[in-house]
Each structure stands twice: as C-alpha cells, then as structure tokens.
C-alpha cells in the first residue's frame, strides 16, 4: 500500500489536520501507526475491519438513533483508526479539563449554596433563576464531601491553528465513558502490536477511582456500601452503555421502579429482600428523578429520592440540579468566574459564546449573525441551531425578530472551521484513507486529590467530510483515542486476569426483582403465545371442517380466553382468521407483549433468542391475504417459535432463580389454560375431542399408548394425571410445588394459598370414579387449580417484586 495511503486523502486549508503538518508530511506522534499502516496488505487492512465490525456485533454494542428504522438494534459505529495525542499535548489538556471540572463545581455549590456568584454580579440572576435546570427544591441541599459533579465530560475541538476549544460542557449524566472503553477493547486487539510498542495510556485508573470515590463518599449504615447505576431503560439512546459500565464497574442496573423509599432510605427491591443503597449514578436526567418534588409526570424516577438525598441518605451523581451548567449561556462568564474561584485564568477557552440575554450581546450577534451559529440558550428549549450564513433575507428578518422578542433564549457562537482526522473510507469500489471533521469529548471524575483526566477519550467523527455539525443521532462514528506517554504504562486492570477458587460464581440469587419479574412476565408470554397459536390454529381447522352453523366449543373457548370477542360473530371464520392475522388481532397484541417484555431483558437475551422474537413481530399483521389457509400457516410458524424459544430456555439458561421463576410462569399459565379447556370439554360432553390433544401437544403421546380413537378415560389421565406428560396438569401443579419448595428453602416460608390443597387432592384422583364427564369432583378440583395459580401469580409478586406487605392487597387495616 505504501505512501498511495496519502495519495486521495483531501489536504486541509482552512482547518487543522490532525495527521499532516503539510501536504505529506506526517506529524511526528502518528508515524509509527502509519508505518503499521504502509506495511499492511489491503487484505489485512480490510480483515482488521471486519474484526471491528465482528467484535461490535457480538459485543451487542448498540446506539439507539431515534429516527433509524433500526432503532435499538443499530450498531455502534467504531472506526479502524484510532485517534493520537502526543504526550506533552495531552498534558495540558488534562490539567486544562481537571481544572473546569473543579470550576463547575464551585460554581455549582454556589449557586445551590450563599449564590454570592450572583450577589457579586459574575452572574446575572435572569441566567440562573430564568433556567429550567435550576431546581429551586435543591437549594441549600448538602452533598456528601462537597461534590456535585462526580463525572464530568467536556466536548473539545480544535481551533485552525491547532489549538483547543471547550464547545460545551456535559454536567448532568455524563454519557460516552463507556462507549470510549468499548471502543479500546476492540481497537487494542486490532492493532495489539502498535498499541503495546507506542505505549498508549490504558483507561482502567480512571474508573477505579470513579467507584473508590463514590464508596469513599457514600452514607455509612446497613451493610457495605452499595452503588447502583440508574437507567431509564432498554429504551434509551444509550441504553448498552449503561449495561456495560454495570458490569464494568460491578454495580446493579436498575430502573426507577427497581428502587423504593422508607424511613428517608433508598433501597434495592432485590429477590432476596429489601437492600440498603448508598449512592446512585444517574443516567437519568434531573427532572425525571422524583416524581413528588420534581417532575410530576415522571414515570422513570424514584418518589422521594430528594427527600433522601437531603437528609444525607444517599449520594446522587451527578448531584440533582447539575444540568444547569450545561447551558451555552454560561460559557462566555467562565473566564471571570474562574479568577474569582479559583484565583487563575481558565486554561482552556471556550468557543466564543453570546449570550443575548444582554443587550450588548443581542446587538453584536445580530450585526455578526452570518458568520455565527445560533443556539437555544438552555437545553430544555426546543428550538433548532441555525447557521447565520445559510439564511436568505426574508429566514434571516424572520430569525432577527424571534431573538428581539426572547433574547434570552438565545445564545450565538462562533462558526469555525473544526479539526479534520484520518478515517478508513470503505464506501467507494476500493478502500482508502479518508478525512473527516473530529470532535473530542473528554472525561473527568472526582478523585481524593481532586479531578482525574480519563487519558483518552470518545473521538466522534462526522458522517460527511464537510459536516459543519458532529453528532451521533445524525449518523457519527466513533474513534478509540490514543494518549501517548513517554513513561511507563500502568497496566492496572478491573478486568480479573485470572479468577481463583474462592472467585468462582455459580447461579445464586443475586438478581434484581425488577429483572425476576421480567423473567417471569416473559415465561407467561410465550406460554399465552403459544397457547393461542395452538387454538386458533385447532379452531379454523375445525371450522373449515364442520358444516354446523351452530358455535362450537372452541369458539366458546376462544372467546373465553380473549382471542375472540365476548359477543358473538355473524361470521366466526373470518373473526378467527382476523384473530390470527389482523395487526390489532388477539395474537399480533400477544406478540407485541411478548416482545415489550422481551426487550426489557435485553440484557440477558441471547442473539438467536431476539431473532425468533424479531420475526414473530415482524411477520404479525402482514399476510397479504386473511384467509384461512394463510392463517393457518402463520399459526404454524408461530407455534414453531414458542417451541423454539422453550428450547432455549431448556437448554441455553442455567438453573438459577431466573430460570426458575420464568419456568413458575409458564407453569401457571399452562396449568390455568388446560384447567379452562378441559371445563370446556367437559362441559359440552359428548366424544373426546380430538382437539383437546392437540392443545396440549399430546396427539403423538396418545397415539403411540392406545391404538384408538380418543376416548375420556385415557385422554383425562394423560392430560390430568399423568405425572410424566409435560402438559399435563399434574405435571403443573407438581412442578409449582417443588419450585415453591426450592424458593421458601432459600427465603423462608411463602403462602402458596389453596395448592397445595388442590395438588393432594389431584393426586387423590380415583380413574374409576372421577375421570368422566359427569364428575362434579374432576369439574370443581379444574376451577380451585385455576383460581390457585392466579393467587399464587399475585402472591409472587407482593412477596418477590413490589415488596408490599400482602395485607395491602387483602384489604385489611395495616397499622
């Protein structure tokens, strides 16, 4: 390949590159990679590419873009080249972000604090208390050792001349850390050689001290210290981030509905029991934490999380109220603030920033307005950037008097030409090396002597070689970023090397009640599926079959179980195949719960489960014809996934808690649709139906033990009593006991209500006597087996998932 490297990358005029001094001339810190570079075959080249892009599709590393039909499943974007730092470069930046890191939260403690910021006139009161983001209930809240930004990020860029800008700051939730140590897991074995000879800098350290500080920090009580990172949900843009940094730094995931105040505590709602949490890391923001003292319609947060916090209860970072800072008003007032504070100018700038809210401001920016960007003031706003230049007059008259009327709302800053870096072009017929606009978000996190610099970074690259904007939601990529050093390297690692004896984890308990629940949810789902699929299928059937105009018994009991409408039909048939087919049919609504339920388990779903699962809901609703014939197709493939995905649940889970109450929930729900089919047959009398076996899946088990039409006897003793046939009842109920056996051996005794009286009196069951249609024993023991698998359903959840005391859901005074 040698230098035909260079021989198409575009040479830059009016902004920086970070590869080239000159045209072909390489800056010094990148020559040995681009050595590595020139000494590769395309071949290697393109097979290191396709090791990045293998890596992040078996990682799972996702980035949600909003408007990508791909939505949560759209990989994560990582560039084959790294970006480099020079040591004595990254020297200054580190000192320069350490020390806005420190400024902001100053700033912070005054502003929640005395406010002399503002007393002083460093700050003007309509930027503070104008904000969205200043919450008025955290004034004069104490947070533990004084610090309100536990992480804190800053979006750099480069000026033409090289040197660095501050383009804005991430106070509130902080996102990307953990993207940036994905991207350094995969890079790093990529290019393994050149990242061990040009000692690069390793990320570990940092996330240390991010855990040590928070424990450090953390209220004392109730056990060790535990920290937790608090998500919105598999639904956030950032979503795997979140997951990963979990296990990274082994904190519990866990949602607002995964936590509960009492007596002024946060704790864990845990499969165990009730756990005391010290501190949380948010990635949620400010507004949505307490739903009673901030955001009322928030469903995300923790009511009386603020309460806790203020009583000195529980850590929170980022401190509540921390999005304040992340307005681009508050740039152009840094280089005061920073002399006042902390008695030094501020080390790096920020772009030139206008806040328009001053009337010198508004006037300025109005008379520079084609050569600047204007920005909404706060974040809350929801108003678009717009770049002065590319407006004609009638846009720019139209602009000019929005920023008259609320000046306030606005801010203006400098257009300028940002950094250009080397990227790996595959798009074209041959692969080459290309340039794109570069931006780097740097990270900082409170330490015991204050604010440590991550040495790297999450480089962020445009999508298009003159993007004038570089954002991930418009299609960005991502680059490791390399910080060099002239010393040795710290190969500190919170990646176990080796794990000993005493290290080994076996399935336990250690599972949130949120997640158990979900787990259980998911088990009633396939089996609801699964059990709708089968009687759809056995209805159309039927109903092609049969000349009687008269309902059916599986009518009946389809509208029984939801999958017809309680009032009759004019045409059954067609009420059957839109069942099947229809995208608001009963089975497609099924599906998409299935699905719901799915995706919160992300986490712990394998590939090849979320194929099954994807297909289903992809193909539910969208027959090009109802019919029955293709109505029974569809209810084919159907009944072929939920066996698939028993298979996996069979074969592919361990046997812990999890796997335990997903099987209780497919025991219930199977135990609870066999005890109504069976009334239903029983009631109507007649021949055994032939259908009833199909239901349970027992056609071929029948078959091969009587060479016979299906007649009661038989038939009730393989679907009632037969302890061996999986779908039979007995095989429910029994299989309930032992799983509740198992639960009180670990959490003490658990109220299973009426089972395992209807379970003694299941086996009690005489063939002789009470295996026929007339047997009021057989009839009313089905009903006492269906109404015990719905209290143990609810009994489950008050003990294992809303931790709620069962008197709240009897009724009774609770003192």
């Known amino acids: ?74 990989p994560w974007e990582l560039d084959l080249l790294p970006l480099v730092i020079a040591a004595d470069e990254w020297a200054q930046i580190s000192s320069a972000v350490a020390q806005r890191a420190e400024l902001l939260n100053r700033i912070l403690a005054d502003v929640y604090g005395p406010q002399q910021m503002l007393v002083e006139g460093l700050l003007p009161p309509a930027l503070i208390h104008g904000h969205a983001g200043f919450l008025r ?66 990320l570990a350290g940092f996330f240390a001290t991010l855990r040590d500080t928070l424990a450090q920090h953390a209220p004392e009580g109730d056990g060790p210290p535990l920290t937790v990172l608090l998500t919105p949900g598999p639904y956030n843009e950032t979503y795997f981030e979140h997951a990963y940094l979990a296990r990274y730094l082994g904190f519990p995931l866990v949602e607002g509905s995964d936590l509960l105040v009492r007596d002024g505590k946060v704790w864990l709602k845990h499969l165990s029991g009730l756990r005391r949490v010290h501190a949380i890391v948010r990635r949620l923001d400010d507004d949505f934490c307490d739903p009673l003292e901030l955001r009322a319609d928030s469903a995300l947060g923790v009511p009386g999380l603020l309460d806790a916090a203020r009583r000195g209860q529980v850590l929170i970072a980022n401190a509540l ?129 204050g604010y440590r610099v991550m040495p790297g970074g999450l480089a962020r690259v445009a999508p298009e070689a003159q993007a004038r904007v570089i954002a991930m939601q418009r299609g960005g990529a991502s680059k490791d970023t390399w910080v060099l050093t002239d010393g040795a390297v710290d190969t500190f690692s919170l990646l176990r090397r080796t794990v000993g004896p005493s290290e080994l984890v076996r399935a336990g308990s250690n599972l949130s009640s949120r997640m158990v629940e979900n787990l259980f949810w998911f088990g009633r789902y396939c089996e609801r599926c699964d059990n709708a699929a089968r009687l759809l299928r056995a209805a159309i059937a039927r109903h092609i079959e049969s000349d009687d105009s008269g309902e059916s018994v599986l009518i009946r009991l389809c509208r029984t179980t939801g999958q017809l409408a309680p009032v009759g039909d004019d ?70 996934a939920m066996m698939t995905l028993s298979g996996f649940a069979l074969d592919g889970m361990t046997r812990d808690q999890g796997w335990r109450f997903l099987s209780m929930g497919r025991r219930i729900e199977r135990l609870q649709f066999m005890c109504t089919a069976l009334r239903h047959a029983l009631a109507a009398g007649g021949e055994a139906p032939d259908w ?27 679907l009632v009593s037969d302890e061996t046939n999986p779908r039979s009842i007995a095989y429910q109920a029994l299989g309930l006991s032992d799983y509740l056996a198992r639960l009180a051996a670990q959490f003490g005794a658990i109220d299973a209500g009426t089972l395992p009286d209807a379970v003694a009196e299941l086996l009690a069951l005489r063939p002789e006597q009470d295996l026929h249609t007339g047997s009021e ?4 023991l089905l009903d006492r087996l269906a109404s015990a698998a719905y209290a143990l359903s609810e009994q489950l959840g008050l003990r294992f998932f809303s931790h709620a005391d069962p008197r709240w859901a009897s009724g009774a005074d609770l003192p």
Not at 400 to 418: C, G, N, S, T
Not at 700 to 714: D, K
Not at 777 to 780: D, G, P, T
Request: proline share 6%; glycine share 6%; charged share 25%.
């Open 321 to 449: 109220g921390s999005n304040l800072l992340e307005s681009g008003a508050l740039l152009g007032f840094l280089p005061r603030l920073c002399e006042r504070l902390l008695g030094e100018p501020l080390a790096m700038p920020s772009l030139a920033t206008w806040w328009c809210g001053e009337e010198a401001a508004l006037e300025d920016a109005i008379a520079k307005l084609d050569h600047l960007v204007i920005k909404p003031a706060f974040p809350q706003l929801r108003i678009e950037s717009v770049f002065g230049a590319d407006l004609d007059r009638r846009e720019r008259a139209a602009l000019i008097a929005r920023m008259r009327a609320r000046p306030h709302h606005y801010v203006a800053q400098e257009l300028v030409q940002l950094a250009q870096a080397p990227v790996w072009d595959d798009s074209g017929p041959a692969p080459r090396l290309g340039a794109r606009t570069v931006g780097l978000r740097v990270f900082a996190c409170a330490g015991p002597e």
């Open 777 to 780: 024993r057989l009839a009313n």
């Open 137 to 202: 209930p955290c004034h004069g809240l104490k947070v533990p050792g004084g610090i309100h930004l536990h992480l804190y990020a800053a979006d750099l860029a480069r000026s033409p001349d090289g040197g660095w800008w501050v383009l804005a700051d991430r106070t509130q939730a902080p996102s990307g850390a953990g993207y940036s140590l994905e991207n350094r897991l995969v890079i790093s074995r990529v290019f393994s050689e050149q990242f061990r000879d040009l000692h690069v800098e390793h």
């Open 692 to 718: 009833l076996l199909e239901l349970a899946d027992s056609t071929i088990t029948y078959r091969s033990r009587y060479m016979t039409r299906p007649q009661w006897l038989p038939v009730l003793d393989l």
């Open 571 to 640: 045409d059954p048939g067609g009420a059957l195949c839109d069942a099947a087919l229809a995208r608001d049919g009963a089975l497609s609504a099924l599906l998409h719960q299935l699905s719901a339920v799915a995706f919160s388990l992300r986490e712990r779903m394998s590939i090849d489960n979320w194929r099954v699962i994807s297909r289903l809901v992809e193909t539910a609703g969208r027959e090009p014809e109802v019919s029955p014939g293709a109505a029974l197709e569809h209810l084919d493939r159907c009944v072929q």
């Open 1 to 74: 390949m040698a230098r035909s490297l260079l021989q198409h990358y575009p040479h830059a005029t009016t902004r920086y590159d970070e590869l080239l001094s000159a045209p072909g001339t390489l800056r010094p810190h990148w020559a040995a990679l681009f050595d590595a570079f020139e000494s590769a075959s395309r071949v290697q080249m393109q097979d290191r590419l396709a090791s990045v892009r293998r890596q992040i599709r078996e990682n799972g590393v996702t980035y949600n873009v909003y408007a990508d039909p791909r939505g949560v499943e759209r």
